[in-house]
């Protein structure tokens, strides 16, 4: 079965950071795009950050320049890193997985990120 489990979240103080972890089971890791999403209280779930097959990585212009997203193939880990941290930063963060051989979207449980000001 395909776990994916999230852990860093956090209370932290604007312009504070924290590193999120994504622990990944049940998937050719190698051969999944990993990603970020996150949904802000009262607000839809946003694709924030991606990572392809290649790792090259993308990030929507909001977090662009503050997170960076990274894998470990040997940890099957992806990680995102969130630095210069605001208060709209508050969400509940999930992990993302889409196997490139086969149809089919994975999220994990999400983590709660907290920005206080």
């Known amino acids: 079965q395909v776990q994916l489990v999230e852990s860093g979240g956090g209370l932290v103080q604007a312009g504070g950071s924290l590193r999120l972890s994504c622990a990944a089971s049940?998937?050719?890791?190698?051969?999944?795009?990993m990603g970020w999403y996150r949904q802000p209280p009262g607000k839809q779930r946003e694709l924030i950050a991606t990572?392809?097959?290649?790792?090259?990585?993308d990030y929507t212009d909001s977090v662009k320049g503050r997170f960076t997203i990274t894998r470990d193939i040997v940890k099957n880990t992806v990680y995102l890193q969130m630095n210069s941290l605001k208060p709209e930063d508050t969400a509940v963060y999930y992990c993302?997985?889409?196997?490139?051989?086969?149809?089919?979207?994975?999220w994990g449980q999400g983590t709660q990120v907290t920005v206080s000001s």
């Open positions: 990572i392809n097959t290649g790792d090259r990585s």
């Open positions: 993302y997985a889409r196997p490139s051989y086969l149809i089919g979207d994975y």
């Open positions: 049940g998937i050719i890791f190698s051969r999944s795009v």
